[in-house]
């Protein structure tokens, strides 16, 4: 009698539990459609579109480590003239260090030992380290006036991709996924390759919630390829199991879950059910994304010498052009290797020698196909280094810290005004002088030229309306074409 009265008062708490949670989800998905001015996106994912697109898909080409913009793209030669010298304090202007360099006696200014050249008919300044992108300099466009508040690696790369220094907030591709949806139903729509340079193998750890989805519904965090063995885990059937048998397990798994989803009403429900679809589709689309050996001879030759290597930048830029052409809306490339505190003349070489013909190439590859007038490509780190050398400078090496105050970034193709730079900085590469461009900014125009207005998309979680740019940002309208 007793084990009877404990069953029947856990079937009601059951019950009870499960028509409260179905009557919370009416309720919630009523007050979302019915909020005046509410982002359609917050109701209705994937019809956020608010103006014209520019731009149908993004290539993000994340450098993690934070590049030397003074080596690389904004050249300071009269800084010779002050080599060893202390950075002066009206320029430093008491901006906080990292514990790496706080405890130093003095900051002797340490003039970059690579040459420029102007290149194209902008007459861009890009350094010896990048000849392959110098050939394609015209279709740049440079932001030398990049700047942001945060000064440590985890927390700034974050911030980048997020609009917040802490963990937990969606990333810009599962605010794209969510706001703009799919245009191709066998790939996922934000996609994710990584890789290590050269420059520095202990470099700075990545972590997945850096493409998560924070509180938006997890369909629409990124997808990571993997560098070793499939590019997708458990998409291979075990042995014995046929393609047939799988679509009826897929059948039978997508009863139970939708009837589950009838009693509780979880939206989590239904994201399970797309996702075991979208990977039963992937089994065959994977493979022939990854499978390379429809590439021309020239076209590998153009990438370079690592891209049949897997998991190489080079393979992967070669990887991104290929989901592009397959309507992916975000593909998103982190590169490691740019945390340079020391060495960095050789350090930096060898992240160049990774990156910089394959960058090329992708550009002039989406260029040949006619991707590029609606491919945005956003290549950039999350902060800048030091003019000062962090250690002991020499003739021929040094090394940087941290700098938050200015960093270059550059896009090309669609929207973008090809051939331009944005921004300058002051002698010593150290403080902004001219047209400012915030994190935020850049996320903003990202957005922008995607079709989407970033005040307005936005999602209700615990009582306040969040986005990508916060309560900040601007969008950039002189570097738009």
Not at 44 to 51: L, V
Not at 412 to 427: H, M, Q, V, W
């Given at each position: 009698?007793k084990d009877?009265i404990?069953?029947?008062?856990?079937?009601n708490?059951r019950?009870?539990?499960g028509?409260?949670?179905?009557?919370l989800?009416?309720?919630a998905l009523?007050s979302?459609l019915?909020a005046?001015?509410?982002?359609?996106g917050?109701?209705?994912?994937?019809?956020?579109?608010?103006?014209?697109?520019r731009?149908?898909?993004?290539?993000?080409?994340?450098?993690?480590?934070?590049?030397s913009q003074m080596?690389?793209?904004?050249?300071?030669?009269e800084?010779e003239?002050r080599?060893?010298?202390d950075?002066?304090a009206?320029?430093?202007?008491?901006?906080?260090l990292t514990?790496?360099?706080?405890?130093q006696?003095?900051?002797p200014?340490?003039?970059?030992?690579?040459?420029?050249?102007?290149?194209?008919?902008?007459?861009?300044?890009?350094?010896e380290?990048?000849?392959h992108l110098?050939g394609?300099?015209?279709?740049?466009?440079f932001?030398?006036?990049?700047h942001?508040?945060v000064?440590n690696h985890d927390?700034?790369?974050t911030?980048?991709?997020t609009g917040?220094?802490?963990a937990?907030?969606p990333?810009i591709g599962?605010?794209?996924?969510?706001?703009?949806?799919?245009?191709?139903?066998?790939?996922?729509?934000?996609?994710?390759?990584?890789?290590?340079?050269t420059?520095?193998k202990?470099?700075?750890?990545?972590?997945?919630?850096?493409?998560?989805?924070?509180f938006?519904?997890t369909l629409?965090?990124?997808?990571k390829?993997?560098?070793?063995?499939d590019?997708?885990l458990?998409?291979?059937?075990?042995?014995?199991?046929d393609?047939?048998?799988?679509?009826g397990q897929?059948?039978?798994l997508a009863a139970?879950?939708?009837?589950?989803y009838d009693?509780?009403?979880?939206?989590?429900?239904q994201t399970?059910?797309?996702?075991?679809?979208m990977a039963f589709r992937?089994?065959?689309s994977?493979?022939d994304?990854?499978?390379?050996?429809?590439e021309?001879q020239?076209?590998?030759?153009?990438y370079g010498?690592?891209v049949?290597?897997p998991?190489t930048?080079?393979?992967?830029?070669?990887?991104a052009?290929r989901?592009?052409?397959r309507?992916?809306r975000?593909?998103q490339?982190f590169?490691?290797g740019w945390?340079?505190?020391s060495n960095?003349?050789?350090a930096?070489q060898?992240?160049?020698?990774d990156?910089d013909q394959?960058?090329?190439?992708?550009?002039?590859?989406?260029k040949q196909?006619?991707?590029?007038?609606d491919?945005l490509?956003?290549?950039g780190?999350?902060f800048g280094r030091?003019?000062y050398?962090q250690?002991?400078?020499?003739e021929?090496?040094y090394?940087?810290?941290?700098?938050?105050?200015?960093?270059?970034?550059?896009?090309?193709?669609?929207g973008?005004?090809?051939?331009?730079?944005?921004?300058?900085?002051?002698?010593?590469c150290?403080n902004?002088?001219?047209?400012p461009?915030?994190v935020?900014?850049l996320?903003a125009?990202?957005?922008h030229?995607?079709?989407?207005?970033?005040t307005?998309?936005?999602?209700r979680f615990?009582?306040?309306d969040?986005?990508?740019?916060d309560?900040?940002?601007?969008?950039?309208?002189k570097?738009?074409?």
């Amino acid at each position: 009698m007793k084990d009877s009265i404990q069953l029947r008062d856990q079937i009601n708490r059951r019950m009870f539990l499960g028509q409260s949670a179905r009557a919370l989800s009416s309720a919630a998905l009523a007050s979302l459609l019915a909020a005046p001015g509410r982002a359609a996106g917050a109701a209705i994912p994937g019809q956020m579109q608010n103006h014209p697109a520019r731009a149908k898909r993004v290539i993000y080409l994340f450098q993690s480590g934070a590049p030397s913009q003074m080596d690389l793209f904004d050249p300071k030669p009269e800084l010779e003239k002050r080599r060893g010298e202390d950075l002066p304090a009206s320029i430093r202007q008491g901006q906080r260090l990292t514990g790496m360099t706080a405890g130093q006696k003095t900051f002797p200014v340490a003039p970059s030992i690579f040459s420029f050249k102007q290149h194209g008919q902008s007459a861009a300044w890009i350094s010896e380290l990048m000849p392959h992108l110098a050939g394609v300099a015209d279709d740049l466009c440079f932001i030398k006036s990049m700047h942001t508040e945060v000064i440590n690696h985890d927390p700034a790369i974050t911030f980048c991709q997020t609009g917040s220094q802490l963990a937990g907030r969606p990333s810009i591709g599962a605010w794209l996924s969510y706001g703009l949806g799919s245009t191709n139903q066998d790939l996922p729509a934000y996609v994710v390759l990584t890789s290590f340079g050269t420059g520095r193998k202990d470099d700075q750890p990545l972590y997945d919630r850096l493409w998560g989805s924070g509180f938006l519904p997890t369909l629409h965090q990124g997808v990571k390829f993997r560098n070793k063995g499939d590019p997708v885990l458990f998409l291979s059937n075990p042995v014995g199991l046929d393609r047939a048998l799988r679509r009826g397990q897929l059948d039978e798994l997508a009863a139970l879950n939708h009837r589950d989803y009838d009693r509780f009403g979880d939206p989590e429900i239904q994201t399970r059910i797309g996702q075991y679809e979208m990977a039963f589709r992937m089994q065959t689309s994977v493979p022939d994304l990854v499978n390379i050996s429809d590439e021309s001879q020239h076209t590998l030759d153009m990438y370079g010498p690592e891209v049949k290597t897997p998991g190489t930048y080079a393979a992967n830029c070669l990887l991104a052009r290929r989901l592009a052409e397959r309507d992916v809306r975000c593909i998103q490339l982190f590169h490691m290797g740019w945390d340079q505190h020391s060495n960095l003349p050789k350090a930096i070489q060898g992240q160049c020698h990774d990156t910089d013909q394959p960058t090329a190439a992708l550009i002039k590859d989406l260029k040949q196909r006619g991707l590029l007038d609606d491919t945005l490509i956003v290549w950039g780190g999350e902060f800048g280094r030091t003019v000062y050398s962090q250690g002991t400078l020499t003739e021929t090496n040094y090394g940087r810290d941290h700098h938050p105050r200015c960093f270059t970034t550059f896009l090309a193709g669609a929207g973008i005004k090809a051939g331009t730079s944005l921004g300058s900085t002051d002698e010593f590469c150290y403080n902004i002088v001219s047209d400012p461009v915030h994190v935020h900014d850049l996320n903003a125009t990202i957005l922008h030229l995607l079709g989407v207005d970033h005040t307005r998309l936005t999602f209700r979680f615990q009582g306040r309306d969040f986005r990508l740019t916060d309560v900040h940002g601007n969008v950039v309208k002189k570097i738009l074409g």
